[in-house]
């Protein structure tokens, strides 16, 4: 069992059919993400082309009006999309980046709700991908909605902090 796939029973309800957070993830896209850190994200999956994550909405990523601000939106997003398009188990000799993202918004975030974003790879051509984040709330009700739907385009680069010598 990789890092990836371990999961932390202490964080986890038993018996609930949301996957619990994985400890200590050792996806290199995650390790270092101070931005991830920061927005407080949770990894529930974290596999090449299908990633899951969480987060709580807080007040200091409201806009003026009150709800979610759309940069947060994807900021979180784009951690999905970084963790899916990166293979957690490759050398380190590439790394694979955003070259292009659509974002459409269809309802509005609320403080304190938890967001979830899973991301898919959708088509995969040398070193250009394609992956769809879909970015949910819950509900009032314990339900879910979307809020956002995204798409985006990747591309797999030398990483030039990797040293083969």
Known sequence: MTNIERVSAAT?????????????????????????????????????????????????????????????????????????????????????VASGLDANFLNPGFVGRTLTAHATLVSQTGRSGLFDIRVTQETADGGEETLAELRGRSRTIPNPAYRNE
């Not at 994200?41 to 909405?57: C, K, Q, S, T, Y």
């Not at 200091?60 to 951690?79: H, K, R, T």
Request: with cysteine; net charge negative; glycine share 10%.
């Open 12 to 96: 986890h309800a038993q018996g609930s059919s949301v996957p619990a957070p994985q400890a200590a993830p050792a996806h290199p896209a995650f390790v270092n993400d101070r931005a991830a850190e920061w927005l407080g994200v949770d990894v529930l999956r974290a596999e090449f082309g299908n990633v899951l994550i969480r987060m709580r909405l807080r007040d200091e990523m409201l806009n003026g009006y009150g709800v979610a601000q759309g940069g947060m939106v994807i900021a979180f997003a784009d951690v999905a999309f970084a963790l899916a398009c990166n293979d957690p188990n490759g050398d380190g000799s590439t790394v694979t």
